[in-house]
Structures are given as structure tokens and as C-alpha cells.
């Protein structure tokens, strides 16, 4: 297993929709494994392919205190959502930034697992946050777009000027 470099925004690269997996074959279980040791390492709650320079609709994700429950999406879609929530959200890419984003409170998703099953799963709470912000990766969306274009515009300056320093 390798650690994968993130990607910051405001990086074009993390702007592009990414391609359905065919089939899950070993590349893509080495792509989920090497997430998944990237997620950890960093240390992150969810990651998308994407955010590694990989263009595949896969996504890692552990909610859990004790980094027990490792979940993977891959081709995943909302099948319903309900309710609204608010919560404090950051994101890998764009470190350092935690904003108030509003969500729907529950999704229901249908994705394939690493060993290319189709699973449905429901969740509420941090999990049902994270599995949205994962999937908004997958189609280039970022949390930052949902706030005000003041705000982003302050904190792509503050991340350009950042690099610029790096
Ligand atoms: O580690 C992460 N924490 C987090 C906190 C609140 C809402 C979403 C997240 S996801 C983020 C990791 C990440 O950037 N995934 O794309
Ligand atoms: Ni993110």
C-alpha cells in the first residue's frame, strides 16, 4: 500500500467529473487500498478518488471514533434524501477551512463494495454528511461551493498565497 498525494483546491484537477467504474479489477482494489491508507494517515473521515488525481467514481469513508468501520463506494447513487441539516464541514483539499454547509439529514444510496457488490445503505448524522460530501467530489463539486462567493473567493486567495509560500 502507498500514500497518495491530496490535491488542493483551487486545483482544476479536482473540478472534473469522474468516470464510472467498469469492473472492479485488482488496479481498483490497490486505488481503494491506497485511499484508504491516505484517508488514515492524513488523518481524514472520507476521501474521493478524485482528491488523488484518480478519475473513478470510488470513495472511502470511516466515521467511526476507533477507526473500525471502513466503508467503500464505488459508482455510488442517492436513491431518496430527507430532512435538512446543518453542519460544520471540512475538507483534505482545502485545509484549514471549516464552514456551516446544509444538507439533507438522511440519504439512501445504492453502491457496489470492493468486492463489486451491489449494497444499499442508509444513513443519518456525520455518516450521511460525509457520504454527501464524498459524492459531490465525484461530479467536481466542493463544500466551498456552497458558500457565499465572498467566502470562496477569501479562501482560494488565502490557499493560492499559501502554495505560493510552499
Ligand atoms: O476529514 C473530513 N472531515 C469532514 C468533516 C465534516 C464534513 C465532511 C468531512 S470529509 C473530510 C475529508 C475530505 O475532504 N473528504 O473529501
Ligand atoms: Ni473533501
Same mark, same amino acid.
Given at each position: ?97 471549516? +464552514? ?13 463494495? %470492493? ?5 444499499? =445503505? ?8 460525509? =457520504?454527501?460530501? +464524498? ?16 467566502? %470562496? +473567493?477569501? =479562501?482560494?486567495?488565502?490557499? +493560492? ?6
Amino acid at each position: 500500500m502507498s500514500r497518495l498525494d491530496i490535491l488542493h483546491f483551487p486545483d482544476s484537477r479536482l473540478r472534473r467529473r469522474c468516470k464510472p467504474v467498469g469492473t472492479v479489477d485488482d488496479k481498483v482494489k490497490r486505488l481503494i487500498d491506497d485511499m484508504f491508507e491516505t484517508m488514515y494517515e492524513a488523518p481524514g473521515i472520507g476521501l474521493s478518488a478524485p482528491q488523488v488525481n484518480a478519475d473513478a467514481r470510488v470513495v472511502t469513508i470511516d466515521v467511526s471514533k476507533d477507526r473500525s468501520a471502513p466503508l467503500c463506494l464505488i459508482n455510488p447513487e442517492i436513491l431518496a434524501t430527507d430532512g435538512e441539516a446543518e453542519t460544520e464541514e471540512g475538507c483534505l483539499s482545502v485545509p484549514g477551512v471549516f +464552514e456551516l454547509v446544509k444538507r439533507p439529514e438522511r440519504v439512501r444510496v445504492r453502491a457496489l463494495d %470492493r468486492d463489486g457488490r451491489s449494497r444499499e =445503505i442508509e444513513a443519518e448524522g456525520l455518516l450521511a454528511v460525509c =457520504i454527501q460530501h +464524498e459524492m459531490d467530489h465525484l461530479d467536481g463539486q466542493l463544500f466551498v461551493d456552497y458558500l457565499s462567493r465572498l467566502k %470562496r +473567493e477569501r =479562501i482560494r486567495k488565502k490557499a +493560492e498565497k499559501a502554495q505560493r509560500h510552499a
